[in-house]
């Protein structure tokens, strides 16, 4: 049986819910559970990309290094004013449910946090 692609589309706008999202994407990326793992943060989530705590900070980092955050949503970014933190960390701003569609349109399984 061949592995899937995943896509961890996070829109939770509690921290530790979204937060939970981060970890298992990591981690489902570390242990190579899919064949390929991204993440699309949307929403109040988005700030998690610039959040502070070690835990979250280095779930973070880990997926910002390895290539697998896809992207954050440019319209909340930018209503957030959080649009240049964001893009200093490495992390491109796209229509979120563009990136979504493409990626689901190329065989990504969506898991929603």
């Known amino acids: 049986m061949s592995m899937k692609k995943a896509v961890f589309y996070i829109v939770a706008s509690e921290k530790d819910r979204a937060a939970m999202g981060i970890t298992v994407a990591r981690r489902a990326a570390e242990?190579?559970?899919?064949?390929?793992?991204?993440?699309?943060?949307?929403?109040?989530?988005?700030?998690?990309?610039?959040?502070?705590s070690p835990g979250i900070r280095d779930n973070v980092d880990y997926l910002i290094k390895n290539h697998h955050i896809d992207s954050a949503c440019?319209?909340?970014a930018e209503k957030l004013t959080i649009t240049e933190p964001i893009i200093k960390r490495g992390v491109e701003l796209q229509p979120a449910g563009?990136?979504?569609?493409?990626l689901v349109n190329d065989d990504y399984v969506p898991i929603v946090f």
């Open 31 to 52: 242990y190579k559970r899919f064949s390929d793992v991204k993440v699309i943060l949307q929403g109040e989530s988005e700030k998690l990309l610039l959040d502070e």
């Open 98 to 102: 563009e990136r979504l569609a493409a």
């Open 74 to 76: 440019k319209f909340i």
